[in-house]
């Protein structure tokens, strides 16, 4: 069973920073598209940033130069660190993935086949 599990949410002060992780488990793919995403209260789910088995990366605009993603293959670990926050960061974060997939300049929300339970991250002016 393929599994995604997320933590490292939090409350933060505006310009503060939160790192968050996110553990995979149980897929067997070589390829893969997995990121973040989040939800704010009474808003649409939206992309954050992806990154694929080889290290290709695509951001949302709105965090462009705030937000890094990563991962530790190794340890089979998603981050993403995030830098300057600001009170819109507000969210409900997701890691979720898109297996045996590459990744492109466009958020594949359609198409995520796996989700994790979400971490709340809350940035306070």
């Known amino acids: 069973q393929v599994q995604l599990v997320e933590s490292g949410g939090g409350s933060v002060q505006t310009g503060g920073s939160l790192r968050l992780s996110c553990v995979a488990s149980?897929?067997?793919?070589?390829?893969?598209?997995i990121g973040w995403f989040r939800q704010a209260p009474g808003k649409e789910r939206e992309g954050v940033a992806i990154?694929?088995?080889?290290?290709?990366?695509h951001y949302a605009e709105s965090v462009k130069g705030r937000f890094t993603i990563s991962q530790d293959s190794a340890k089979r670990t998603l981050y993403l660190q995030m830098d300057i926050l600001k009170p819109e960061d507000t969210a409900m974060y997701y890691c979720?993935?898109?297996?045996?997939?590459?990744?492109?300049?466009?958020?594949?929300?359609?198409?995520?086949?796996?989700w994790g339970q979400g971490t709340l991250v809350t940035v306070c002016s």
């Open positions: 149980g897929y067997p793919y070589a390829s893969y598209c």
């Open positions: 979720a993935a898109d297996w045996a997939e590459v990744c492109g300049d466009y958020f594949p929300i359609e198409t995520l086949e796996t």
């Open positions: 990154i694929d088995a080889n290290d290709y990366t």
